[in-house]
C-alpha cells in the first residue's frame, strides 16, 4: 500500500483529494506522512517540558496544522522535522511563560527497545558500562533547566544557536553559554 | 601557540557558529596542538554519548494518545482560513456608501445558506452514528438458519513499541450460532482471535455490530464524534474499566451512505489492530465450503483427526492435527529447557510438514541449546538469524530500574520505611525481581493462550492436548510461586501504610485458562507499573496514598486470575 493509501485510511487525508488542486493534495500528504512518523515524538518533547497531556495532544496538532499552513503560503522549510521541533519548542517556552511554573524532570531510566539492542561491536562489559554511561547522562539531563536541556534537544535537531536564542527569546551568545554550560555539566555528571 | 582552547571555542567551531577568520584560527589551532586536537575529539564523544542517551532513554511523559484523534479536520480549517482573504475576515459588513452591495451580498449570503442546508449533511452525534450503523449493518448482516455470513477483513497489526506493522488477511464465517474464523496458522489473526474470545465475542465476525457494540461497551466512556461529508469518525476513549481490560479505546469509521461501519481500530494497552472490512456477504449453506460448514456445526463433522494418522493421508484437518501435535512435542522439549521464558522464541508451522523455530533473538547459550534440541528433529526448522519481516515486539527484556535515591523520593513516610532497621537492604531490587518472576510466567502462559484458544485447544489431538497441559501447568504452579513470593515481600511495606494484602479465599472461581492468562498478566502489569512508580525514578511517580491501594488491588486481582489457572 503507498502513502497516500494509508494517509487515507488513516483519515489523514480528505477521502477525495480530487477537490484540492494537485499542489495542495501533495502538502497535505506530506504534512499526513510527516504527523504518522512524528506525532509521538513531538508530543513526549512536549510533555517532556512540562504540558499536561491533552494540551500536549493539542499543541502537537497545532504543530502540524502550523506546518500545513506555512506550506500553503509557500513559506520555506529547509528541515522539517526542524521545523516541528521549532515550533513544539515555541510552544512549550509559551507555555512555560504563561504558567510560571518550575519544571521538575525525571527522565525514564527502564530502557526502550532501542536501549536494549545489543551492540556487536562491544564486549557485554563494555556494553553494560557504555548503557550506565547513558544512564547517568540521561539522569543529569532530567536535572538540567528547562532552558538548558531545551537548547540541547533543539540543537540535537540541526537548529543553529540564532534559532534557538530567537525561541527562548534571548540572544545569542547567550543561548551558547547556555549549551556550553549544559554540555560542560552533562559531562561531569557522566564521568 | 599562546593559550589553549576553551570548551565554547570547540563547540562553537564544532557547531560551525564562529566567524570565518575565527573558524580558520581554530583549525590551524587543531592543526597544531595535540592537547586541543585530543581535547576536541573527546568532545565530540561526549556529544556522541548525549545522543545516544536522549535516544534511548525515553521522555517524562504520559503515553502518547492511542488512537490519535485525525487530522483532516483541523487541515480542512486551515485551508478554509487560507483561502478566505483577511479583510472579509476582518470586515464582514460591507462600507456605508455600498449599500447596494450590501444587498446583494446578503441575498446572496440568504441563498447560500439555503443551498447549504440543502447540501449539508445533517449533523449527527456519535451515539446517533452508532445507532444508525448499528441498525443499517444489523439488517445487511441478518440470516436466517439456512444462510451464512461471510466476512473478508484487511488486518493491520502495530505494536505500541515497535516500528513496523504486519498486515494480514482474514476470512470469517458466522451461522446463526457460531462463528468461524480461518486464521490458519497466522499469528495476528490468532492472537485478535484470543482478544475477541477472552471478551466473549466467540461467536462474532470480526467487524459487525454486535462486535462494534461490545467493544464500545467494554471501553464503557462515552463516544465522540467528528465529521466530514463522507463520513462520521466516532472515538471511544477507554474509561477506567475499560483500561483495566486492557482496552485503551476504540475508533470507528461510518460512512454516510447507508450508514455503515467499515472500519474499527481497536487499541490495547500493548498493541492496535485496524481492522478493514472488503466484503460482507451472505451466503445460502449450498454456496459455502463443506469443510468450513463442517467446522462452523462441529456435531456433524467431528474434526480431530488420530494422532498417529500419517501427515499427508488424511486431507487437510488430519495434515492439521499432525502438524498441531509437531508443534506441540517440539514446544514440549523447549519448555522443559527453559527456552519459552523470555518470549523471544517465534514457533510456527510451515505446511504441510514442517514447524519452524526461529531463535534469533534468544541469549547466544541458549540459542545454541535450541540447534542441539532441535537441530537434527525430523519436521523441525531452526532458525538462527533474524527473519526479514521480524519485528521486535515480541521479546520481552525488563531492565529492573535504579531505587529512587533518598533525595528522589518526595515522601518522608516511604525514605523512612525502606530506611528503616527491618527492611532488607536491596528491598526495592528483590521487590522488582519477584514481580519481573511473575510477568515473566505470565507472559509465557499468555503467549500460549493466543497460540491455543480454547476451540483450538479442543481440536488438539489427545497427545497434544497433554503435553499443552504440562505446559500450562507448569507455569502455572511456577506463576502460583511467584506470585506468593511477591504477596510476602510486599506485605511488610502495604502493612507500613495501615492496608493488608487480603486474598479473596472463599472465592471459587472458574474459567479457560486461556483468560486466566490474559488477565492475570494485565493484574501483573498494573501491579509492576505501580511498583515502579512507587519505588523507581519512574516517569509517572506516585505517592504512597495512591499507589499502595492500587498495590493491593492488583494483587488482589493476580490472585483471582491465578486461581483460575490448573493445579
Redesign the interface.
Known amino acids: 500500500m503507498d502513502m497516500e493509501a494509508i494517509a487515507t485510511a488513516e483519515g489523514l487525508l480528505p477521502v477525495d483529494t480530487s477537490r484540492l488542486s494537485p499542489a495542495v493534495a501533495a502538502w497535505r500528504q506530506r504534512v499526513a506522512e510527516l504527523y504518522e512518523a512524528h506525532r509521538d515524538g513531538i508530543y513526549r518533547f512536549l510533555t517532556g517540558h512540562g504540558l499536561p497531556p491533552a494540551l500536549a495532544q493539542e499543541r502537537t496538532q497545532d504543530v502540524f496544522v502550523d506546518l500545513f499552513v506555512a506550506l500553503q503560503k509557500g513559506g520555506r522549510v529547509e528541515s522539517e522535522q526542524g521545523w516541528l521541533y521549532t515550533v513544539a519548542a515555541r510552544s512549550a517556552v509559551d507555555y512555560w511563560r504563561r504558567e510560571r511554573s518550575t519544571l521538575q524532570v525525571e527522565l525514564d531510566l527502564e530502557k526502550g527497545p532501542a536501549a536494549q539492542a545489543q551492540s556487536g561491536d562491544l564486549s557485554p562489559e563494555a556494553q553494560t558500562e557504555h548503557r550506565e554511561r547513558e544512564r547517568r547522562i540521561a539522569a543529569a539531563l532530567g536535572r538540567l533547566s528547562k532552558e538548558h536541556r531545551l537548547c540541547i534537544q533543539l540543537r540535537m535537531q540541526g537548529l543553529r544557536y540564532r534559532e534557538i536564542a530567537k525561541i527562548l527569546g534571548v540572544s545569542t551568545s547567550t543561548a551558547a553559554e547556555w549549551l556550553v554550560s549544559a554540555v560542560n555539566s552533562l559531562r561531569g555528571e557522566s564521568q | 601557540m599562546t593559550k589553549h582552547l576553551s570548551?565554547?571555542e570547540l563547540?562553537?567551531y564544532l557547531?560551525g557558529?564562529l566567524s570565518k577568520s575565527a573558524m580558520q584560527t581554530i583549525a590551524a589551532h587543531l592543526q597544531a596542538c595535540w592537547s586541543c586536537n585530543v581535547e576536541f575529539d573527546r568532545?565530540k564523544e561526549?556529544?556522541a554519548?548525549?545522543?545516544?542517551?536522549?535516544?534511548?532513554?525515553?521522555?517524562?511523559?504520559?503515553p502518547?494518545?492511542r488512537p490519535?484523534?485525525?487530522?483532516?479536520k483541523?487541515?480542512?480549517e486551515?485551508?478554509d482560513?487560507?483561502t478566505t482573504p483577511l479583510w472579509k475576515r476582518l470586515f464582514p459588513i460591507p462600507e456605508r456608501h455600498v449599500r447596494w452591495r450590501m444587498a446583494y451580498g446578503l441575498a446572496g449570503l440568504a441563498l447560500t445558506l439555503v443551498v447549504l442546508s440543502v447540501l449539508r449533511p445533517e449533523p449527527v452525534s456519535a451515539r446517533e452514528a452508532l445507532r444508525r450503523a448499528a441498525e443499517a449493518d444489523t439488517a445487511r448482516l441478518t440470516i436466517s438458519g439456512r444462510q451464512v455470513a461471510r466476512q473478508r477483513v484487511r488486518v493491520r497489526r502495530t505494536a505500541r513499541?515497535?516500528a513496523s506493522a504486519r498486515d494480514t488477511q482474514l476470512e470469517a464465517w458466522q451461522t446463526t450460532k457460531a462463528a468461524y474464523w480461518n486464521s490458519g496458522a497466522d499469528p495476528v489473526s490468532a492472537e485478535l482471535r484470543a482478544r475477541y474470545q477472552a471478551n466473549g465475542l466467540d461467536a462474532a465476525l470480526p467487524l459487525s455490530p454486535q462486535t462494534v457494540e461490545s467493544w464500545v461497551k467494554i471501553a464503557g466512556a462515552e463516544p465522540s464524534a467528528s465529521e466530514?461529508r463522507?463520513?462520521i469518525?466516532v472515538q471511544v476513549v477507554s474509561a477506567a474499566t475499560g483500561k483495566e481490560d486492557g482496552l485503551e479505546g476504540v475508533a470507528l469509521?461510518v460512512r454516510r451512505d447507508g450508514w455503515h461501519v467499515d472500519?474499527m481500530t481497536l487499541s490495547f494497552a500493548d498493541v492496535t489492530y485496524?481492522i478493514?472490512e472488503e466484503e460482507s456477504v451472505v451466503l445460502t449453506r449450498a454456496n459455502v465450503p463443506p469443510d468450513v460448514l463442517a467446522l462452523l456445526e462441529p456435531q456433524t463433522a467431528p474434526r480431530e483427526a488420530p494422532a498417529s494418522a500419517p501427515a499427508l493421508a488424511t486431507g487437510r484437518d488430519g495434515a492439521r492435527s499432525n502438524l498441531d501435535d509437531l508443534e506441540m512435542e517440539i514446544r514440549h522439549d523447549l519448555h522443559t529447557a527453559g527456552a519459552d521464558l523470555d518470549g523471544s522464541l517465534e514457533i510456527s508451522q510451515s505446511p504441510p510438514d514442517e514447524v519452524v523455530v526461529n531463535a534469533s533473538r534468544l541469549p547466544a547459550e541458549m540459542r545454541e541449546k535450541v540447534a542441539a534440541l532441535l537441530g537434527k528433529r525430523s519436521g523441525a526448522r531452526v532458525e538462527l538469524h533474524e527473519p526479514a519481516t521480524a519485528g521486535?515486539d515480541g521479546?520481552i527484556?525488563?531492565?529492573i530500574?535504579?531505587a529512587a535515591s533518598p533525595s528522589?523520593r518526595s515522601d518522608p513516610r516511604l525514605t523512612r520505611f525502606l530506611e528503616s532497621e527491618n527492611t532488607p537492604p536491596n528491598y526495592v531490587r528483590f521487590v522488582l525481581e519477584n514481580s519481573n518472576n511473575v510477568l515473566t510466567r505470565l507472559h509465557a502462559l499468555r503467549s500460549l493462550a493466543m497460540r491455543w484458544p480454547p476451540e483450538q485447544e479442543a481440536r488438539l489431538s489427545s497427545g497434544a492436548k497433554a503435553r499443552l497441559r504440562a505446559i500450562v501447568e507448569n507455569h502455572a504452579k511456577a506463576t502460583r510461586l511467584a506470585a506468593a513470593e511477591l504477596s510476602q515481600r510486599i506485605a511488610p511495606l502495604v502493612t507500613h501504610f495501615g492496608h493488608t494484602i487480603s486474598a479473596e479465599s472463599a472465592v471459587t472461581v472458574e474459567g479457560p485458562w486461556q483468560q486466566a492468562g490474559v488477565s492475570g498478566l494485565a493484574a501483573a502489569q498494573r501491579t509492576d507499573r505501580t511498583l515502579?512508580s512507587l519505588l523507581?525514578?519512574?516517569?509517572m511517580?506516585l505517592s504512597p496514598d495512591e499507589g499502595i491501594p492500587m498495590l493491593v488491588q492488583g494483587m488482589r486481582d493476580l490472585d483471582r486470575a491465578v486461581r483460575v489457572l490448573p493445579e
Not at chain 2, 554519548?49 to 504520559?62: H, K, M, R, V, Y
Open positions: 570548551q565554547e563547540l562553537r557547531d557558529e568532545l561526549h556529544i554519548a548525549i545522543l545516544d542517551a536522549e535516544t534511548n532513554f525515553t521522555g517524562p511523559s504520559a502518547p494518545p490519535w484523534p485525525r487530522l483532516d483541523r487541515l480542512d486551515a485551508m482560513r487560507a513499541r515497535a466530514t463522507e463520513s469518525d469509521h472500519e485496524r478493514v521486535s521479546r527484556t525488563r531492565i530500574p535504579p528522589d515502579r523507581t525514578t519512574s516517569e511517580p
